[in-house]
Nanobody, 122 residues
Framework: QAQVMESGGDSVQPGGSLTLSCRAS????????MAWFRQGPEKGREAVAI????????RIIPSFEGRFTISQDSAKDTFYLHMTNLKPEDTGRYFC???????????????WGQGTQVTVSS
C-alpha cells in the first residue's frame, strides 16, 4: 500500500526559512512525477513545484520562484522543498503528491500525504 509522508512544518517568523521533506514508500504505481502543493486558510490546493521522480525535470511555479527550490536525495527516496524569505501569506498546509503527469493540477496526482503545517507570523 502506498504511503506518502511529509515532515518539517513549523512556525517561523517572516523572513525565515524552512525545509520540508517528503518520502513515499510502498506501491505508488507508475508515478513518474511528484509535486508540492500548498493549501492556505479557506483556499484550494495550489501547486508550488513539480519534479520528475528522478529529478531531471523540475519547475518552480512562477509565483514562488526566487524563494522556493526543490531537491531530492535519491538514495533516501526523499524530496525536499526549501523555502526562504517566508511571508505570512505562505502560511498553510503543504502536501506532496505523486502521479503520472507533469502537472500543476491536484486531480492529476492520486497519491497524497497528510501534509505538514507551516505558519508564518511575528
Amino acid at each position: 500500500q502506498a504511503q506518502v509522508m511529509e515532515s518539517g512544518g513549523d512556525s517561523v517568523q517572516p523572513g525565515g526559512s524552512l525545509t520540508l521533506s517528503c518520502r513515499a514508500s510502498g506501491h505508488i504505481g507508475s508515478s513518474a512525477y511528484m509535486a508540492w502543493f500548498r493549501q492556505g486558510p479557506e483556499k484550494g490546493r495550489e501547486a508550488v513545484a513539480i519534479s520528475s521522480s528522478l529529478g531531471g525535470h523540475k519547475r518552480i511555479i512562477p509565483s514562488f520562484e526566487g524563494r522556493f527550490t526543490i531537491s531530492q536525495d535519491s538514495a533516501k527516496d526523499t524530496f525536499y522543498l526549501h523555502m526562504t524569505n517566508l511571508k505570512p501569506e505562505d502560511t498553510g498546509r503543504y502536501f506532496c503528491a505523486f502521479g503520472k503527469f507533469f502537472s500543476r493540477l491536484p486531480e492529476d496526482f492520486p497519491y497524497w500525504g497528510q501534509g505538514t503545517q507551516v505558519t508564518v507570523s511575528s
